[in-house]
């Protein structure tokens, strides 16, 4: 689970920015609260808020980057995509900085990198066990002007050690040890990556489902929690199916391609995550033919009659809930711990949609350890009844143009209390920052009145 995420130097994320998942010491809602390795409480969920621009897709797009630095390395000579804040009058700072703090099973992860576009400035890893933190290793600059970074390990690898201190002399400049030691097989740091790779999730406003009708077709439970959650929500949807056909390509050589991933077990599940089209996956048959699959919504009219409709015959809010429902069935009880963040939840939802559906995620208790985080702006969801004051973000952009992230958690009691069940009228109203702010309603054309102009 994640603990605490910190950027520094990205975007408009120019001051050390922390988004922390540690609970406070409120008793509000103790199921969304999970007791980890070291008796670290939890939490379970986390909405971003604030205004258009605020920064609080920067915040995603932070954990994206550093995840992805981890997930790919850099290849030979390539620069290291930063982007650091620029709006300052001097030359900017050159290097950005993550840092991540993951629990898994029993071991704290402490990890954290700082990068320039050319190299990798810094990079460390801590694991705490049994109270006891090591020193997984070390990476610096030896001296000013240094081209090249020194790596030093701890005392963690046993008869490993020589192999994994070639593998750090090995190391490029651009490339991160973490990701070249998981490449080179150092077992010791395989758990983290796997994380990165397997178990963090993100998801922007168009990003779909990949394998959706794949995993419809070879799971009937899964496609029974789709229909299930598309009828409660009101969509008209009665039913799913999956309808197959030969490959959208005869070309050898795509065909030859495909089954050469398939023949790799590490890679076969790459072939369901193919899209074609909205709602269509590839996959292999038993005898190895590749086979396109498509899913279709089913409407029932009359009382005999139902008729099948593609994906891209459907509402985008249909389409959408369709694409996200997918991450209430992966955090069930008893299954891998995931984190999911997702851009702008409500996307194509009715206010309504997006609280049945954080409900639902809600619902599944201290039980699921997964993880939600997510970017809104459905003001509906603004409730100490559904969410804890810990829960609840706000970004803001100051007068240099600099965002800044903080929590509900941060007032003072008796505010909140005064508001009471007024939360969201008290957001809207400006009482915790984070909001548009519109100068001269006239400029808008709205009347002091309210009425349109």
Same mark, same amino acid.
């Given at each position: ?97 993550? $840092? ?8 704290? +992860? ?98 779909? +489902? ?46 030859? =391609?495909?089954? $050469? ?30 086979? *396109? ?12 009659? =139902? ?7 459907? =509402? ?7 694409? *996200? ?84 958690? $941060? ?43």
């Amino acid at each position: 689970m994640l603990v605490q995420f910190s950027v520094e130097n990205y975007r408009s994320l120019r001051d050390k920015t922390v988004l922390s998942m540690l609970a406070s010491a409120d008793e509000r809602h103790p199921e969304h609260v999970c007791t980890v390795a070291g008796g670290l409480r939890v939490l379970r969920c986390a909405l971003l808020y604030g205004a258009n621009a605020s920064g609080k897709s920067n915040v995603v797009k932070a954990l994206w980057e550093a995840a992805w630095l981890i997930e790919n390395g850099i290849r030979p000579g390539n620069k290291l995509p930063v982007a650091p804040f620029r709006l300052v009058s001097g030359k900017p700072s050159p290097e950005t900085r993550f $840092e991540f703090e993951v629990v898994l099973g029993e071991r704290r +992860y402490s990890y954290g990198i700082s990068v320039s576009a050319k190299r990798v400035e810094s990079e460390w890893l801590f694991v705490t066990e049994n109270s006891q933190e090591q020193m997984y290793f070390e990476r610096s600059l030896p001296k000013a002007g240094a081209a090249k970074t020194e790596i030093r390990l701890g005392d963690v690898y046993g008869e490993q050690r020589q192999r994994v201190e070639f593998v750090a002399q090995g190391t490029r400049p651009e490339q991160p040890f973490l990701t070249e030691a998981d490449e080179r097989e150092v077992e010791q740091l395989k758990p983290l990556v796997h994380w990165f790779r397997e178990q963090l999730n993100i998801i922007n406003p168009d990003t779909p +489902y990949l394998g959706l009708a794949v995993h419809a077709q070879a799971d009937d439970g899964f496609r029974r929690f789709l229909v299930d959650m598309l009828s409660i929500a009101g969509t008209g949807v009665d039913g799913l199916k999956v309808e197959s056909e030969g490959p959208p390509s005869d070309d050898e050589n795509w065909i030859r =391609s495909l089954k $050469e991933i398939a023949s790799d077990s590490q890679r076969r599940a790459e072939i369901g995550r193919v899209l074609v089209g909205k709602g269509g996956g590839l996959h292999l048959t038993a005898d190895e033919r590749p086979e *396109l699959v498509k899913l279709l919504t089913t409407h029932t009219v009359g009382t005999e009659k =139902s008729v099948d409709l593609e994906l891209a015959e459907e =509402s985008d809010g249909t389409v959408r809930l369709l694409h *996200l429902t997918p991450i209430l069935y992966s955090l069930r009880p008893g299954q891998i711990p995931e984190l999911f963040i997702i851009d702008e939840l409500d996307r194509s939802l009715h206010p309504l949609l997006t609280r049945m559906f954080l409900q639902r995620f809600l619902a599944l208790g201290s039980g699921s350890p997964g993880q939600l985080i997510c970017t809104t702006h459905d003001t509906n969801l603004l409730s100490l009844a559904l969410l804890r004051p810990d829960e609840i973000w706000f970004v803001e952009k100051d007068a240099e143009k600099v965002s800044h992230l903080y929590s509900l958690a $941060e007032f003072k009691p008796e505010q909140l209390e005064k508001l009471g069940d007024n939360l969201e009228q008290g957001y809207l109203n400006g009482r915790f920052g984070a909001i548009p702010f519109f100068g001269n309603p006239s400029q808008l054309g709205i009347s002091k009145d309210g009425e349109a102009r």
